[in-house]
């Protein structure tokens, strides 16, 4: 039982990884291809990631707070813009 319990340790462990690796493909590729924010209204825009680390396209459009659902620390410019984080939780659930 412990050998069979080993092997499905290791093919899921396995399958995480590999998901975990085309993840960060998706991200990087998100982040390169999707990096202007949307205008919603005036004065009010909507972006991903890659959006709000294009400092300059930022400036051109006159942004100048940021709230994110991300880490800020995370945006190499945090000290150009005012930041605002909102934080929330998701409860991890074990499939």
Same mark, same amino acid.
């Given at each position: 039982?412990?050998?069979?319990?080993? &092997?499905?340790?290791?093919?899921?462990?396995?399958?995480?990884? %590999?998901?975990? #690796?085309?993840?960060?493909?998706?991200?990087?590729? &998100?982040?390169?291809?999707?990096?202007?924010?949307?205008?919603?209204?005036?004065?009010?825009?909507?972006?991903?990631?890659? #959006? #709000? &680390?294009?400092?300059?396209?930022?400036? &051109?459009?006159?942004?100048?707070?940021?709230?994110?659902? #991300?880490?800020?620390?995370?945006?190499?410019?945090?000290?150009?813009?005012?930041?605002?984080?909102? %934080?929330?939780?998701?409860?991890?659930?074990?499939?």
């Amino acid at each position: 039982m412990d050998k069979i319990n080993g &092997s499905i340790k290791k093919i899921n462990d396995l399958i995480r990884n %590999q998901i975990a #690796a085309l993840l960060g493909i998706y991200v990087t590729r &998100s982040f390169k291809d999707d990096n202007i924010p949307c205008k919603i209204e005036e004065g009010l825009f909507l972006g991903t990631y890659g #959006a #709000a &680390s294009n400092r300059d396209i930022l400036r &051109s459009m006159n942004i100048t707070h940021i709230l994110t659902l #991300a880490n800020p620390l995370a945006l190499g410019h945090r000290n150009d813009f005012v930041l605002r984080l909102f %934080q929330f939780l998701i409860e991890k659930t074990e499939i």
